[in-house]
């Protein structure tokens, strides 16, 4: 890191940061392309696969492409090495397990910061190697945690440091999400007159689906409550589930899709059920986007993204009387969905930004070099 003086005694921070990509969603590109717009000096390596690599192209900083097949992939080492020796970064912010493992094991002999981001609970051990190949690895000198439960997480459970823990929310714009069209749910066998929930993610055992769909035994003959899920179904226990007469009319898998903002939009309620692990779901942030109302189980960081009974509601997870509690209210008050869905679109601008998080960003990195 080098201070500059501009003649006017106003000093600059001019910061070298390597950024280490396997994939590159929304929020990293904009980090990104923020950082480097505000005057970091910058060199992404992503893998050519990702996303929106073609979009890193067009912004200007130097973009080398490296594919990083696991944490042991020593072909990547030695790709890495010759890149750090090249650029000579001041701090290297690797937000992948494989990144990490690859950047810290090619970084070794140098005074390089590594930064690391962790976005979930859980999967990290003092018994199990990989771990220390990655968090608690002792040269690793910051992780930026995606909540606050993750930071709580790492420091309570795992015994890292506090000192190199930092919460940075991983930001969305409000604009992202404006495109996604209202679609005809008839066409998915969804009923005319349903009041429509939806789930959207990889339907694995943390999610909770398997407790959303027992949940429906306890909802009136009356309710017009429809649950429809979009995402592939990984939990083995949800087929055994759907030979249930009243769950299979109560519901509607359309499993994975490219527009599934489309499906939220189409929807009255959003709910995430999880029973662990949860960091700071996206699928919640783009329900908020689209106005809305969500329920979620009181897991992980979800109760920072949601505030109960403002803009949504938070129930224990697990707890099916009360899941089907929170639908009935709100299919029953519609008043309140709106009430909710609008709370949320602008707690997600006031506190979940993508320029917030770029400069917090910035500031730690600036921090981290001091």
């Known amino acids: ?76 080492v030695r790709q890495y090495k010759k890149l750090i020796g090249l650029f000579d970064p001041d701090v290297i912010y690797a937000p992948a397990n494989k990144t990490l493992s690859v950047t810290l094991l090619a970084s070794r002999g140098k005074s390089i910061k590594i930064v690391g981001y962790r976005g979930t609970i859980g999967h990290i051990s003092r018994l199990d190697p990989a771990s220390w190949m990655t968090y608690l ?96 179904v990984r939990d083995p226990s949800i087929k055994q589930l759907l030979n249930d007469k009243e769950v299979q009319s109560r519901t509607t898998f359309v499993g994975y899709r490219a527009d599934a903002l489309n499906f939220i939009k189409s929807s009255d309620v959003f709910v995430m059920p999880s029973v662990e692990r949860e960091g700071l779901p996206r699928a919640v942030f783009e329900a908020m986007a689209l106005r809305k109302p969500v329920v979620v189980s009181n897991v992980g960081g979800m109760k920072e993204q949601i505030v ?35 709370a949320g679109y602008k707690r997600l601008e006031e506190y979940f930004n993508i320029q917030q998080t770029i400069s917090k960003f910035y500031d730690q990195l600036k921090l981290i070099v001091k």
């Open 137 to 232: 690895n002792p040269r690793l000198n910051k992780i930026f945690c995606v909540s606050h439960a993750v930071e709580d997480y790492l420091h309570n459970k795992m015994h890292i440091k506090d000192s190199k823990l930092i919460t940075i929310y991983k930001g969305h714009d409000v604009q992202w999400y404006q495109n996604a069209e209202k679609i005809d749910l008839q066409q998915f066998s969804v009923p005319s007159d349903a009041f429509v929930v939806a789930f959207v993610g990889n339907i694995r055992p943390v999610k909770g689906v398997d407790v959303l769909l027992r949940s429906i035994s306890q909802i009136p003959p009356e309710s017009h409550l429809h649950f429809l899920f979009v995402g592939e």
């Open 1 to 76: 890191m080098k201070i500059k003086n501009d003649g006017n005694d106003v000093k600059h921070v001019s910061l070298k940061l390597m950024i280490c990509l396997t994939y590159a969603d929304r929020p990293l590109v904009a980090i990104c392309k923020g950082l480097f717009d505000a005057g970091v000096e910058l060199f992404v390596v992503c893998d050519p696969r990702a996303e929106k690599f073609d979009v890193l192209k067009e912004y200007g900083f130097r973009l080398e492409s490296v594919v990083v097949k696991s944490r042991l992939d020593f072909a990547a």
């Open 308 to 342: 109960d009974g403002k803009c949504g509601l938070i129930v224990e997870p697990k707890d099916e009387v009360a899941l089907v509690s929170a639908f009935l209210k709100l299919e029953n008050e519609p008043a309140l969905c709106s009430k909710y869905g609008n």
